[in-house]
């Protein structure tokens, strides 16, 4: 789990052990079975506090007192171990709402034992120690699936929990999958139920339950819960959590106090388990800077579970995650790497090596133009009025050969083949792509650079969309694998000015401006110029001088020549137009501070020019 706390925090919570009871677990002193019956005989009858009372633990056994340390309520299923949270409850209310559509509307009660194994009867139905607040759109989207690990997630929340097809040996349904920061506290759950209701477990049916009051659970689900004990185990959030439900239910989970219990009991899996995972699949890469490169992959399947995966770069051990993605630090600009990932499971089985892939750094150097070609338009519309923009700031006119354009459905799976672009985008235009279905009022497709029904142009507002250069992702809008959560759904997003190079991280509020449904008005206010025109830097068209202070003027050798003028922004918004003029002064004092593109016609001539207005 994510330590944010102090040492001196951890310190005292650890301390905190010392709340077990004087003699307490006297009685614990065999071992398999006889020690879980021992156990039984220990933590039984305890205070039933009712189902509504589940609310009144809740104020003090999951408290968010750990990770922002904000005091709000600590959601396994919304919690974000390493970052900001997506949502926050308030202990005492959001509570039973009954509406809940969208995360983050309001929380519940998730029992992670499903109340339909044991019908609701008491005292299982409110026992807090299996039973946790948690979001109310997650907790209906577990239904009353399996835990276990997932291969292909068809819902993800938005810290990362996941609903998929089970990769769990033997098992075909659906399950799902905490993020790794909770897998240690659930299987805790798991095994303090099976110990508790030892007495009656044997009549319940589940798909993780085998039928027997000792053992019961399957092999198959019993080795995921062993691993994942194993893999992230007892944080100062249980052990807190263990002494507020004592104080109200006068019980505690044993397998918290004391960790080695489960193997005495159940046994591990190091000593028995041989068998390597698959080897992880789609390796890819998502962004690079000039020193570091950031990978995906999909996941890899074991017989028991995968608990990390291990990443090399030119044959050297770079980093381990437990995650699906990984970003190499400390790498040399201008440099290839050959990369690959093995998954590991919690014996040290080791699979064997995924697809290598090759990658160069980025030049560390951008000359004050763009590095690259970037997004600066994007329309999510109604029906089919979709199109996407890519503007070339970069001061040179570019090739669309290297390009293309990839889709990912729903916040998961792996990008789509791509669209592949062609021809030549000169430097201050743009290329425009649309949906061939998009409405006319909105954009005539005959003026567009592509118009295409393909799936690239059928996204919607969870689907990220990314722009690739030689297969690697160079520019993003939307978050790759972010779920399913839209991000931007019924909207326009342009570029703002303040943008000057692609990204592979996206951020609409520091990124983006957002218009209304269906605005349509800007897309491609610059189009490509024919690649046949000539571009010209020479003496016979002059800029003078830079305009420092808010204007410039423009001269050539015949001082009556008629030209046009327009000024575009570095995200590619044009911000000054004049046609047909003989006027030498230009004023800017209108614009911003920034960097522009200057492009005057005359004739069949055309002039760029970079200028900066400070």
Not at 314 to 338: E, R
Not at 505 to 515: A, E, G, I, P, V
Not at 556 to 563: G, I, K, S, V
Request: glycine share 8%; with cysteine; charged share 15%.
């Amino acid at each position: 789990m994510k330590k944010i706390y102090s040492f001196l925090f951890l310190l005292l919570f650890t301390v905190s052990f010392a709340q077990i009871p004087s003699g307490y677990y006297n009685t614990a002193t065999g071992t398999g079975y006889t020690l879980k019956t021992q156990l039984y005989n220990i933590i039984k009858g305890h205070t039933d506090n009712g189902y509504a009372g589940l609310y009144t633990t809740y104020q003090t056994s999951d408290v968010d007192n750990f990770y922002e340390n904000d005091g709000t309520v600590l959601d396994m299923y919304s919690e974000n171990p390493s970052g900001t949270d997506p949502y926050n409850y308030s202990t005492g209310s959001t509570q039973r709402c009954g509406n809940y559509s969208v995360e983050g509307d309001c929380y519940n009660r998730e029992h992670i034992i499903p109340q339909s194994v044991f019908n609701e009867q008491s005292p299982m139905v409110a026992d807090a120690h299996f039973i946790t607040p948690t979001d109310g759109k997650v907790n209906g989207m577990r239904s009353n699936y399996p835990h276990g690990t997932v291969s292909s997630a068809t819902y993800t929340s938005q810290n990362g929990s996941k609903l998929g097809s089970s990769s769990v040996s033997g098992y075909s349904g659906t399950v799902f999958e905490p993020v790794n920061a909770f897998k240690g506290d659930i299987a805790r759950m798991y095994f303090y139920f099976a110990t508790r209701y030892e007495n009656t477990v044997s009549g319940y049916s589940f798909p993780m339950f085998d039928g027997s009051a000792n053992k019961v659970f399957t092999t198959a689900f019993l080795n995921v819960l062993l691993a994942w004990h194993a893999q992230d185990p007892v944080s100062a959030r249980e052990i807190a959590r263990n002494n507020a439900i004592y104080g109200r239910q006068n019980n505690r989970n044993p397998y918290i106090d004391h960790p080695e219990y489960v193997n005495q009991i159940w046994g591990g899996t190091s000593s028995t388990d041989s068998q390597a995972p698959t080897a992880p699949t789609s390796l890819a890469s998502t962004s690079k800077t000039s020193t570091s490169i950031t990978l995906a992959w999909n996941a890899s399947t074991d017989n028991v579970a995968v608990t990390g995966y291990d990443v090399y770069a030119n044959s050297v051990f770079k980093t381990t995650v437990s995650g699906l993605s990984a970003t190499i630090t400390g790498l040399t600009a201008s440099t290839s790497y050959s990369i690959y990932v093995k998954a590991k499971d919690a014996a040290g089985n080791t699979s064997a090596s995924s697809s290598t892939i090759a990658v160069t750094t980025n030049s560390s150097g951008t000359g004050g133009n763009a590095t690259d070609l970037l997004f600066s338009e994007y329309i999510e519309g109604s029906g089919n009025n979709k199109a996407l923009e890519i503007a070339n700031n970069t001061g040179s006119s570019v090739s669309l050969s290297a390009y293309t354009i990839k889709k990912q459905t729903n916040g998961a799976g792996s990008w789509s083949t791509g669209l592949a672009l062609s021809g030549t985008l000169t430097t201050g235009s743009k290329f425009v792509i649309v949906n061939s279905s998009i409405s006319s009022t909105c954009y005539s497709t005959s003026a567009a650079n592509i118009s295409t029904s393909g799936t690239e142009l059928m996204f919607n507002g969870n689907d990220a969309v990314g722009l690739f250069k030689n297969g690697v992702l160079i520019d993003i809008i939307g978050t790759f694998s972010g779920g399913t959560a839209n991000f931007a759904i019924d909207v326009t997003l342009r570029r703002k000015s303040t943008v000057t190079s692609p990204s592979t991280t996206f951020n609409l509020s520091s990124q983006w401006d957002s218009y209304a449904t269906d605005t349509c008005n800007n897309l491609a206010s610059k189009i490509a110029k024919p690649i046949d025109e000539e571009i010209i830097d020479s003496d016979e068209i002059i800029i003078y001088p830079n305009p420092s202070d808010g204007n410039f003027y423009v001269g050539f050798d015949n001082l009556d020549t008629t030209y046009s003028i327009e000024i575009i922004s570095f995200e590619g918004q044009k911000v000054f137009e004049k046609q047909n003029t003989t006027d030498s002064a230009i004023s800017v004092s209108h614009l911003a501070k920034g960097i522009y593109i200057v492009q005057i016609i005359t004739d069949s001539k055309t002039l760029i020019k970079k200028i900066i207005i400070n």
